[in-house]
């Protein structure tokens, strides 16, 4: 089956550098791939969705690469804050014949210092 | 639009009671799903909806049931609870496809 691993699972990174974070799939390369944001006590927040045939997406500060020969996605977010600081969560589609899954890796949680 | 909101935010629960969550979408989406999640596990699909009238088994079923009887409402059910579902169970529900999902508040549960 499926298995996701977040490259580490915390980052502490000073404000206004770049913030890259790693998310390694093992099987079969998904045709869609997303990060999520997540804040203490609350539930995950969409941020970006990158198909397989699309090497980078970006959206303001963010950007996300999709390399499916190396089986990875990279989350940068450039010119970081403290307010970036949350755990971001990549999620990949599983091939199922009934429904549409997806799948979460366990997190990085971010810390941006002042 | 409120989105996707869960009752209860919090419960605690003894061993073998049993208790139902709500979760309720304003979106007129197809797809619902229940997750759990545990410290350092991420994630777990617990039971899913893809329309009104049906549902199929996630990851990790054992111990729950689920219905989804109207389309904007998923419940998610444990029978005989179990100290080993002590966990913060997160609603979702999008368009359809591998489309973005819109999460819930989350319900945080304890079994002692």
């Known amino acids: 089956s499926q298995k996701i691993e977040q490259n580490s699972e915390a980052l502490n990174i000073q404000e206004g550098k770049t913030a890259t974070l790693t998310c390694n799939y093992t099987n079969y390369s998904p045709a869609y791939l997303q990060w999520y944001r997540q804040d203490p006590g609350r539930g995950p927040v969409f941020l970006l969705l990158?198909?397989?045939?699309?090497k980078e997406k970006r959206k303001e500060r963010l950007k996300v690469t999709f390399d499916t020969t190396l089986k990875q996605s990279l989350f940068h977010i450039t010119a970081s804050q403290p307010a970036d600081s949350a755990t971001y969560l990549c999620a990949l589609d599983e091939v199922d014949s009934s429904a549409s899954k997806i799948i979460f890796g366990s997190g990085t949680r971010l810390s941006i210092r002042p | 639009n409120a989105g996707v909101t869960q009752t209860p935010k919090f419960r605690v629960l003894k061993t073998g009671q049993s208790m139902t969550l709500l979760c309720a979408q304003d979106m007129n989406h197809e797809y619902m799903y229940w997750y759990r999640q545990d410290p350092g596990m991420g994630l777990r699909l617990i039971h899913y909806s893809v329309g009104e009238g049906t549902t199929a088994k996630g990851e990790v079923p054992d111990g729950y049931n689920v219905s989804r009887l109207k389309k904007q409402n998923f419940l998610l059910g444990l029978e005989s609870a179990a100290p080993s579902q002590t966990s913060v169970y997160f609603c979702?529900?999008?368009?359809?496809?591998?489309?973005?999902?819109?999460f819930g508040p989350g319900t945080r549960l304890t079994v002692t």
């Open positions: 990158i198909r397989e045939n699309e």
């Open positions: 979702a529900s999008t368009v359809a496809g591998w489309n973005e999902q819109y």
